[in-house]
């Protein structure tokens, strides 16, 4: 629906993640978001992932491995992903607001894409209760989300390369 907000929730390619635990938190969302989740080549999650948005009624789609993710960072709202350099970096070139798995704490080589984004409004969430928070006050506040989204704007200027060399030189 593109007319729904949507949380495109990403993992690594071996499907570490806290997918299900967040998604159970969404319940007092349903009818007012949609999810994409990817579970990597975690056939075990993937599964799990599609009884649990089929029991809870929230809407959604889930695949394994995907070579989709810049789509699905087009398509989406906000992604819920680890701090990686990847999907981050993906992410603010597609201006898609970061919210940041930090369930368990980050790892060390996550910390400095965190700490940076960090700096521009990204979310870390620390349980999967934060979750709804963040959602339902971008909802019912959209000028919150559209200053995190202008933000990412002026990250990620759109310049060709003659226009970067320019800037460089003066």
């Not at 007092?28 to 599964?47: E, F, W």
């Not at 070579?67 to 070139?93: C, K, P, W, Y």
């Amino acid at each position: 629906d593109p007319h729904r907000f949507t949380l495109f929730l990403t993992t690594g390619g071996f499907g570490a993640n806290h997918h299900l635990r967040y998604l159970a938190s969404l319940s007092g969302l349903i009818g007012s978001i949609q999810v994409i989740v990817i579970c990597g080549r975690n056939a075990r999650v993937l599964k799990a992932v599609q009884g649990s948005l089929a029991r809870s009624g929230l809407q959604g789609y889930a695949e394994g491995f995907s070579s989709r993710i810049a789509e699905f960072l087009q398509i989406s709202d906000a992604v819920l992903t680890r701090g990686g350099a990847n999907t981050t970096m993906e992410a603010l070139h597609y201006k898609c607001p970061i919210l940041y798995d930090g369930l368990g704490g980050l790892m060390p080589q996550e910390r400095c894409t965190w700490r940076y984004f960090r700096d521009q409004g990204a979310h870390l969430l620390r349980h999967p209760h934060d979750l709804p928070g963040v959602i339902d006050q971008w909802l019912r506040q959209p000028n919150t989300y559209q200053t995190l989204k202008d933000t990412l704007a002026r990250l990620n200027p759109d310049e060709s390369p003659p226009d970067f060399i320019e800037r460089l030189l003066h």
